[in-house]
C-alpha cells in the first residue's frame, strides 16, 4: 500500500506543470503543500536515522502546525525530540483505518 501511495504522488508530481514544480506552486496558485495538516514519509529501513528524517524535518520547519509522520519497519513507535512519529507499519494502517490519522 505504501509503495501505491508514493507511485499515486510520483505521477501527481509528473501531472503538474513544469513551472508548478520549479516554483514551488501547485496549479491552483497556492504554495505546494499549502496549510497541510499531515506530512507522511515512508522508509523500508528498521532502525532510521537523522538523515532520514532530514525531509520531514525540512517539511516541519515550513509548515510547523503540521503532523509529521515516518513510517518504516522499526519495532516499535516513537516520537523524536522535535515531534517527529516514527511508527511501524501496522501501527500507522491501524491508526489511519482507525480514523486517527
Do not use: Q, Y
Not at 56 to 61: D, Q, S, T
Request: hydrophobic letters at 40%; a neutral charge.
Amino acid at each position: 500500500m505504501i509503495v501505491i501511495i508514493r507511485i499515486v504522488a510520483a505521477d501527481a508530481l509528473r501531472a503538474m506543470p513544469a513551472t508548478a514544480a520549479a516554483t514551488g506552486s501547485c496549479p491552483t496558485g497556492g504554495p505546494l503543500g499549502g496549510d497541510a495538516e499531515i506530512a507522511i514519509e515512508a522508509k523500508s529501513n528498521e532502525s532510521p536515522t537523522s538523515d532520514h528524517l532530514r525531509g520531514l524535518r525540512a517539511w516541519k520547519e515550513e509548515h510547523p502546525k503540521s503532523r509529521c509522520l515516518l513510517v518504516s519497519r522499526v519495532p516499535r513507535a516513537r516520537t523524536t525530540e522535535d515531534g517527529i512519529e516514527v511508527l511501524p507499519v501496522g501501527v500507522f494502517l491501524r491508526r489511519l483505518w482507525g480514523g486517527e490519522i
